[in-house]
């Protein structure tokens, strides 16, 4: 069993920085890939962005791209979402997930450990 818990969340002005970071316990997930996913009020669950078990490859969605960057530490269990040039569309409680597989996925029904997730508003 995994435990995943996220921090870092907040409120930040439009065009701000925030970065999460994800920390597992439970078990060790160097073998496992982890993403983020986001889910805003009203609407479901998406995926913002996903990182191999080594850190080599990485995706992101679309809207994010470019100003997100996701981070892994596999000797801290750790993994890190960075949010650059935050937009007020960016407010979603964010999630971070984790898949006993070494290769990435954005479907979420993929990852089998979830966090209780991290408030992240963006304000105009």
């Known amino acids: 069993q995994v435990l995943l818990v996220e921090s870092g969340g907040g409120l930040v002005q439009a065009g701000g920085s925030l970065r999460l970071s994800c920390a597992a316990s439970g078990r060790t997930i160097g073998t496992y890939a982890m993403g983020w996913f986001r889910q805003a009020p009203g609407k479901e669950r998406e995926f913002v962005a996903a990182?191999?078990?080594?850190?080599?490859?990485?995706i992101y969605a679309d809207s994010v791209k470019g100003r997100f960057t996701i981070s892994r530490d596999n000797a801290k269990n750790t993994v890190a979402l960075q949010m650059n040039s935050l937009k007020p569309d960016d407010t979603a409680v964010y999630y971070c997930?984790?898949?006993?597989?070494?290769?990435?996925?954005?479907?979420?029904?993929?990852?089998?450990?979830w966090g209780q997730g991290t408030q992240v508003t963006v304000s105009s």
């Open positions: 997930a984790g898949r006993p597989s070494r290769i990435v996925a954005r479907d979420a029904h993929e990852y089998h450990y």
């Open positions: 990182i191999s078990w080594s850190g080599v490859t990485t």
